[in-house]
């Protein structure tokens, strides 16, 4: 192969790899076992491919403290024809979400469903599939 064609292999691949890396199956979350945190809602990133709602959540370790916990959802388009908007969980809002944890057990999961204090309850529609 000569060197251009070297050059424009590698190239086109690095193109392809870059947005593949990017975005992971849902084999890091455990889908057979669902587990139930309380918090309140740090930010909520309504972004592509996957909106994140980060949670304060007291921390057990060391009373008086909050640990920060991460919690992938649907993408916005998703979300938002299940009634979701960037607005639907502003900072400071008191939400128990149930989730799938992370396998390798960091702090976070896969939002299933939370059930805001005096509010809506906020489903991920991608998330009700695995339950059973």
């Known amino acids: 192969m000569s060197r251009i064609g070297t050059v424009v292999m590698v190239a086109t691949i690095s193109g392809i790899a870059g947005?593949?890396?990017?975005?992971?199956s849902y084999a890091v979350f455990d889908q057979t076992t669902t587990r139930t945190?309380?918090?309140?809602?740090?930010?909520?990133?309504?972004?592509n491919p996957h909106t994140v709602i980060w949670l304060y959540v007291p921390s057990t370790e060391n009373p008086g403290k909050h640990d920060l916990w991460?919690?992938?959802?649907?993408?916005p388009n998703v979300l938002a024809r299940a009634g979701w908007g960037a607005a639907s969980l502003p900072a400071g809002t008191k939400v128990t979400v149930l989730y799938f944890p992370l396998r390798?057990?960091?702090r976070g999961g896969h939002w299933v469903k939370g059930a805001v204090e005096n509010g809506p309850e906020l489903i991920s529609p991608s998330s009700v599939r695995w339950l059973k």
């Open 70 to 75: 991460k919690f992938e959802n649907d993408s």
């Open 19 to 24: 947005p593949v890396a990017a975005h992971h």
């Open 104 to 106: 390798d057990g960091s």
């Open 37 to 47: 945190i309380s918090g309140s809602v740090a930010r909520l990133q309504w972004m």
